[in-house]
């Protein structure tokens, strides 16, 4: 982490009043570069509200989500797992250049081309400023982070539709050794992308309207100019499907946005 910026004097309020959530990429990251078995830095947790991230281990049974694991009882008020504890009372991320999407983007969220601040910051008061902001790299992050949403989404649903269709329960395990293996094949697909116009896909993803579906549901028009986008789709599709023979198409109504 730099040593300038907001995070610089960070006190961690947010690795301990947050849930830190994590999509399917996030987890491969992190395992990936750390060389970690999933279960030792995630928590699965059940979630009561139905969603496009809640997994199931049992069919018609509890939905589940998945996020870094706290330091001691998993409990608000604890830090991440990967908080590191300076000597003068502040601290560091432990794992900066592996660090979630969630956390990358905060704190910011996107309204279609615009950048803008959240208005629950637990920073201190004007340590965020978006004129001093590199924003470009804020809306290139965004982007990116809805398209790896939407990936995930894609990946829970054919793992539920599965697991629905067996008739039989898994364990946490099954799912982490499912989802390793499928975003293993997505990376091959992401850095084939980024050599041809990848981060204008990914903006061209993030930048959609609230209310389009997710485009590996739905055959979503390509955005203006851009010849690639179903070829791109389609790829990306083909590499979760071919790396998951498991893998069940959700047949649901496509859920808006908004």
């Not at 509200?49 to 996020?67: H, S, W």
């Amino acid at each position: 982490m730099s040593g300038s910026g907001p995070c610089a004097s960070c006190r961690k309020r947010c690795c301990t009043n947050y849930t830190v959530s994590v999509n399917g990429y996030d987890a491969w990251v992190i395992g990936k570069g750390l060389h970690l078995p999933l279960e030792s830095f995630l928590i699965y947790f059940p979630v009561t509200e139905q969603n496009d991230r809640g997994f199931l281990l049992a069919p018609d049974g509890q939905r589940y989500e998945i996020a870094l694991d706290k330091v001691g009882q998993y409990r608000k008020g604890n830090p991440c797992v990967f908080w590191v504890e300076l000597m003068n009372g502040g601290g560091r991320c432990g794992i900066y250049p592996y660090r979630p999407m969630v956390c990358q983007t905060y704190p910011t969220y996107q309204q279609q081309e615009m950048v803008v601040l959240r208005d629950d910051v637990l920073c201190p008061e004007g340590a965020w400023n978006l004129v001093g902001m590199d924003l470009p790299v804020f809306r290139q992050r965004l982007s990116r982070f809805r398209m790896e949403q939407d990936i995930y989404a894609y990946f829970v649903a054919g793992w539920n539709g599965a697991l629905e269709r067996n008739r039989r329960p898994l364990t946490i395990r099954d799912y982490y050794t499912a989802l390793m293996n499928v975003y293993e094949k997505v990376n091959r697909w992401t850095e084939a992308v980024s050599d041809n116009g990848g981060n204008d896909f990914a903006r061209a993803w993030g930048e959609m309207h609230p209310s389009t579906p997710n485009p590996l549901f739905a055959d979503i028009a390509a955005p203006e100019g851009d010849r690639q986008w179903r070829s791109h789709v389609a790829a990306l599709r083909e590499s979760i499907h071919g790396s998951a023979p498991w893998f069940v198409e959700s047949r649901e109504p496509v859920p808006s946005r908004v």
